[in-house]
């Protein structure tokens, strides 16, 4: 079936070095839409990114993702990481008959000084 | 932005007493959801409805749960009775639809409920 996963439980990570959360999907659709939602603890979760077309690459506030449909992949990225951007995260898929959603387990990034 | 609101935002209660936790979601959107967070763990689905009707739902959402949105006012979870592994944040979300960028979720502050 249709399903999304978030291998990674937790990363923890030291201040400054680069961030990959990562993300795959399956569908039998060709049509995928991804997204990805940041929860802060304490807060509401909110969309951080959403994904173009194949092999476009979007950015917001310092993250950024690409969907490789070739791998059913649209893994989050981050040059630097920050103590603020520790948070869990979240991998949605959303396929383009309107049919279905789904959300990842997520991930845990605890950013260390 | 379009905004979720929840109430209340904490609620304590004795085991085995009933609870409704209530949804304000955004006024055009079409889709309602239902997430259950305990406490350091990752958030996760519950129960998602759309035109009066449960359209999907997670093995989490045990027979004690149900949900309505009687004539477009608030959409509800009861729980009946409640138990004391129902103590989490109950996030509730809403979206205009379920494909492509309608499907993004907006959600709430969730309602913290703690089960004595």
């Known amino acids: 079936g249709d399903s999304v996963t978030q291998t990674e439980g937790l990363v923890t990570l030291t201040e400054g070095l680069p961030v990959m959360l990562n993300c795959t999907y399956q569908t039998i659709y060709s049509n995928a839409f991804l997204f990805w939602y940041v929860h802060y603890l304490n807060e509401s979760p909110w969309l951080l990114l959403r994904s173009s077309t194949d092999n476009k690459r979007t950015e917001h506030q310092g993250f950024h993702a690409t969907l490789h449909k070739s791998s059913s992949s649209f893994h989050l990225q981050k040059s630097s990481a920050q103590l603020s951007d520790s948070a869990l995260y979240y991998c949605?898929?959303?396929?383009?008959?309107?049919?279905?959603?789904?959300f990842g387990t997520g991930t845990k990034l605890q950013v260390v000084p | 932005g379009p905004k979720v609101l929840q109430i209340p935002s904490h609620q304590i209660i004795d085991m085995g007493q009933m609870v409704t936790l209530n949804c304000d979601p955004v006024?055009?959107?079409?889709?309602f959801y239902w997430y259950k967070q305990i406490l350091g763990q990752q958030m996760e689905f519950l129960v998602n409805?759309?035109?009066?009707?449960?359209?999907?739902k997670s093995k989490l959402f045990k027979d004690q749960f149900s949900v309505e949105r009687p004539d477009g006012s608030y959409f509800t979870l009861k729980i009946q009775p409640t138990a004391l592994e129902d103590s989490a944040v109950y996030f509730c979300?809403?979206?205009?639809?379920?494909?492509?960028?309608?499907?993004?979720?907006?959600f709430g502050p969730g309602t913290r409920l703690t089960v004595l």
């Open positions: 949605a898929l959303s396929d383009g008959s309107g049919t279905y959603q789904r």
């Open positions: 006024s055009n959107h079409l889709y």
């Open positions: 409805f759309y035109n009066g009707k449960v359209m999907e």
């Open positions: 979300a809403s979206s205009l639809g379920l494909g492509g960028n309608y499907a993004e979720q907006f």
